[in-house]
């Protein structure tokens, strides 16, 4: 496979931090990073014409997330954020062979969910994710807990063309968890899905935690950038682009 772009090590700290997704699930992750760290640039990339990637195959989303990385490395990002679960579980390991730049992936928050004693764990997930080994190392990483996959086909889809009226996929989402036992937590293995957190929170009650990934990812970030002395203090913008 042949990509157009060509790694650059960007070692100035005002240059942006780009973010990529398929859609509008990242912009859930890029919200905690400009909460976390509000003097950083950010440009946020949606790979629109693409969406959804959890229904398509793994050697096509390996293509675009080389060509997300590329395009955001090339037009000048210190780091680049994998704001997706299901391009994460895919590529990650290849890109950061390709690109000799911080390279941030997004994992379901499985670890800390088992961590807080929970038991019986729903991780929602892409069916594209749900394949990856990548993934399913994390899942097996814990033998001691009871721990279900379901591959939530279709939900991406919903919250994009909803994402202005998230209420509009209460149903889709009460009939997907009604076939499951009511477990102790449930995590959040997609970016789009921390849009219906509250949704999902009224279904159970508080008895049921809920976890995504956010705030993992954003602290690895600020690691990796202050290790490398890239922490901007002067900074501010977003910028979205779609492909
Ligand atoms: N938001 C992405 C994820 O975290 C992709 C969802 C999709 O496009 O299917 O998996």
Known sequence: MRFAYISVMITDKSSPIGFYDSGVGGITVLDTAMEAMPHEDYVYLADCSHAPYGC?????????A?????????????AVVVA????????????????????????????????????????LV???????????RLVHAYPDKNITVVPAEGLASSIEKHIDNTEAVRNEVYALLSRYSVPDAVVLGCTHYVHIARLIKDYYGAGVR????NKGIVDRLHNELSSAGLLNVMGGRVRFVTV
């Not at 809920?210 to 990934?213: A, K, R």
């Open 84 to 123: 997706c679960n299901t391009a994460t579980a895919v590529a990650v390991d290849a890109l950061r062979k390709a690109y000799g730049a911080i390279i941030i992936g997004a994992e379901p928050a499985i670890k800390p969910a088992c961590k807080s004693g929970a038991k019986n764990i729903l991780v």
């Open 56 to 64: 398509r195959g793994s050697d096509e989303i390996l293509g675009r």
């Open 66 to 78: 080389m060509f997300c990385t590329g395009k955001l490395i090339s037009d000048g990002a210190k």
């Open 210 to 213: 809920v976890y995504d990934g």
């Open 126 to 136: 892409t069916p594209l994710t749900a394949v990856q080994d990548r993934f399913l």
